[in-house]
C-alpha cells in the first residue's frame, strides 16, 4: 500500500509554480514568434490535471498565433444572478540583461528567503496564486456564488495583440465578467508605519503616441558653421519636451494617493495644490517619479532620428514621442498641448499620428473593492486605501472597456513596498520574497472563496 501523496499548501503550490513559469522564460521581445507561452499554458494545464475534466468546468485554449498560447477556465458558480469574477494573469516576461542579474535570471531559484527570476514580481506570482486559488475553488465550488473565471493570457508585454487584445475582439465570451482582478495592488507605501498607505489598483492611463517630423536645411558636413541641422532642430525640440511638462491636472485618486502616503500637512497641501505640485514631488524621493506621471499628461521624446551619411548636414529628423493621458484626457488635448508647446518651431516641423487609447478607471463604491480593502486589513489593520491608477498600460483597459470593473491586486511583505516593486518592474535582479507569496495567495483565496 503506498502512502496517499501529502497535500501541498496553496502558499506552496503557488511557490512550485511560479518557479516552473520563470523557468519557462516566456519572453516576449515584441516579435510574433517570441513569447512562447504555450510551454507555460502546458505547465498550467499539467497543474490542474483532472480538475479540467470536472464536469461542468470549461476550460479552452486559444492560439491567436503558433505558441502564442492563453489559458481560459471558466468554473460555474451555483447562483446565475451572482457577479461573476475574471482573474486574469499574464504567461509573458519581458527580456533580461543577463549580465546585470546576481542570479540566472530564469532560474527560479530561492536564495535567502526569494524566488529569483524574470517575471517573479511582473506578474507571475500573481498569475501562479490564480491558478492554485482556482484549482481549490473548482475543488470546492458548491462554496462558489458566481462564476469564477481564471485567464492565463499571452502577450501581455506588447499590447495584448496575441492574448487579451486578441481575445476580447475575437472571442469576448471568454473574459466575460463583472469584475475582475489583475497585477499592480497590495504594496504598502511606507512600511515604517503601521497607517502605511496600501496601493490598489483601479485604473491606468492611456496613450496617444505622435511623430515630430523636422525639416531642417542640409548641407555639407565640413562647413557646419550658420547651417540649419535637421538634427539640432530636434535636440532644442527634444531638450524643451523634457524640461517643460504639461500642466498639472489633480484627479481624486491623486487626493487618495497623497493623504495614504502619511505625510505632513504642509507636504499633502502642496502635493494637491496644481502651482505647488511640482516643486514638492522631488520630496517623494523614489515616489517622485511617479507622482509625477499620475499628475499630468506626460510627453516622453524616445526614438530621435537623423542623419545617415556623415558627411551631410541631416534635412530631416523625426522624434517619436511617447505621450501617455491621464483618464479623462482626449486626443484633442494632445495635439493642442503640442501645439503650443512647439510654437516655437511651427514653421520646421509637422506632427503625425493620430492613435489615442483613453485612461480608464473602475469605480471605487463597488462591493469588491470593498472586499479587497477588508482583505488588507486582516493583514494590515491600520493601513490607509491608496486607490492608484497605472502610469503605463495593461490588459486592463480591454476589459474595462468590455464594461468589467477592473483591480490592481496582490498582498506584499513589508520586505517589498511599492517603490522596491516599482523598481523590480523590468529591470535586473526581479525576485520576490516568500512572506509575499504568501500572503498573496491567502488573499486571494479571501476573495475567491469567503
Ligand atoms: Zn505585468
Redesign the pocket.
Known amino acids: 500500500m503506498s502512502d496517499p501523496k501529502p497535500e501541498l499548501s496553496l502558499t506552496d503550490q503557488t511557490v512550485k509554480l511560479l518557479q516552473a513559469l520563470i523557468r519557462n522564460a516566456a519572453v516576449n521581445d515584441g516579435t510574433p514568434d517570441s513569447g512562447n507561452e504555450i510551454a507555460s499554458v502546458r505547465t498550467l494545464d499539467a497543474f490542474f490535471g483532472k480538475a479540467l475534466d470536472v464536469p461542468g468546468i470549461q476550460s479552452e485554449v486559444v492560439d491567436p498565433h503558433p505558441g502564442r498560447s492563453s489559458l481560459i477556465v471558466r468554473v460555474p458558480g451555483r447562483d446565475p444572478s451572482a457577479r461573476s469574477l475574471l482573474l486574469i494573469g ?1 504567461l509573458d516576461v519581458v527580456p533580461v540583461e543577463t549580465a546585470g542579474w546576481r542570479r540566472g535570471p530564469f532560474s527560479g531559484e530561492i536564495v535567502d528567503g526569494e524566488v529569483w527570476g524574470r517575471g517573479a514580481v ?2 507571475l506570482t500573481l498569475t501562479a496564486a490564480m491558478a492554485a486559488v482556482t484549482k481549490q475553488a473548482i475543488a470546492q465550488r458548491s462554496r462558489l456564488r458566481g462564476d469564477l473565471v481564471f485567464a492565463a493570457v499571452a502577450d ?2 506588447t499590447g495584448g495583440d496575441y492574448g487579451t487584445g486578441w481575445i476580447t475582439r475575437n472571442r469576448p465570451d471568454l473574459l466575460r465578467a463583472d469584475d475582475a482582478l489583475t ?1 499592480q495592488g497590495g504594496m504598502l507605501i511606507d512600511p515604517s508605519r503601521p497607517d502605511s498607505g496600501i496601493t490598489l489598483g483601479i485604473g491606468e492611463k492611456g496613450r496617444s503616441p505622435r511623430r515630430i517630423h523636422v525639416t531642417g536645411v542640409p548641407g555639407h558636413g565640413a562647413v557646419p558653421w550658420g547651417s540649419r541641422s535637421a538634427a539640432e532642430i530636434a535636440a532644442e525640440i527634444v531638450l524643451h519636451l523634457l524640461r517643460n511638462p504639461a500642466p498639472p491636472v489633480i484627479l481624486p485618486y491623486w487626493r487618495s494617493f497623497v493623504h495614504a502616503l502619511g505625510v505632513d500637512a504642509d507636504l499633502t497641501a502642496a502635493l494637491l495644490d496644481p502651482a505647488r505640485v511640482d516643486a514638492a514631488l522631488p520630496r517623494l524621493d523614489d515616489l517622485a517619479a511617479l507622482g509625477h506621471a499620475l499628475t499630468r499628461m506626460t510627453v516622453s521624446p524616445n526614438i530621435v532620428r537623423a542623419g545617415d551619411k556623415l558627411n551631410v548636414i541631416p534635412g530631416e529628423a523625426t522624434i517619436d514621442l511617447d505621450i501617455r493621458v491621464l483618464p479623462g484626457q482626449t486626443a484633442a488635448e494632445v495635439d493642442e498641448w503640442l501645439q503650443r508647446t512647439l510654437a516655437p518651431w511651427r514653421e520646421s516641423i509637422r506632427v503625425t499620428g493620430s492613435l489615442f487609447e483613453p485612461g480608464n478607471i473602475s469605480p471605487t463604491d463597488t462591493g469588491l473593492y470593498s472586499r479587497i480593502i477588508t482583505v488588507f486589513r486582516e493583514q494590515y489593520p491600520e493601513a490607509l486605501p491608496a486607490a492608484v491608477i497605472g502610469p503605463g498600460g ?1 490588459d486592463g483597459r480591454f476589459l474595462r472597456a468590455q464594461g468589467t470593473n477592473v483591480y490592481g491586486f496582490g498582498l506584499y511583505s513589508p520586505r517589498l513596498p511599492l517603490a522596491e516593486f516599482r523598481g523590480r518592474l523590468h529591470a535586473n535582479n526581479e525576485r520576490v520574497d516568500l512572506e509575499s507569496i504568501d500572503l498573496t495567495t491567502r488573499a486571494l483565496a479571501k476573495i475567491v472563496l469567503p
Open positions: 499574464h511582473d506578474m501581455e508585454e497585477e495593461s
